[in-house]
């Protein structure tokens, strides 16, 4: 079996996990968001420690007050940690 073949199995397995889903699009969120940013002519660490700040306060202060169904801690910080990535990654292409 090719590592391919493998990948793709594993890719099925989890693909239907909220949590995977709700970390993708997450992470390629910011990605998109930060790279466009810097893209624009703003400096890469201004707009990384903001993204930060901003997915931060959106996670654990918004979403477990507000966001329906109900928001745990563990949710919030897995949120957080897609935001994480796809800032690093945003800052990457930018």
Known sequence: ??????????????????????????????????????????????????ALALAAGKEFWFDLRYEFPRQTIEDSAGDLLGYIIGIILGVLAG
């Open 1 to 50: 079996m090719s590592i391919f073949t493998r990948f793709a199995d594993w890719i099925g397995k989890i693909g239907p996990s909220p949590g995977f889903v709700a970390f993708n699009a997450h992470c390629w969120f910011a990605g998109f968001v930060v790279s466009t940013v810097i893209r624009a002519g703003i400096p890469a660490m201004p707009v990384a420690i903001g």
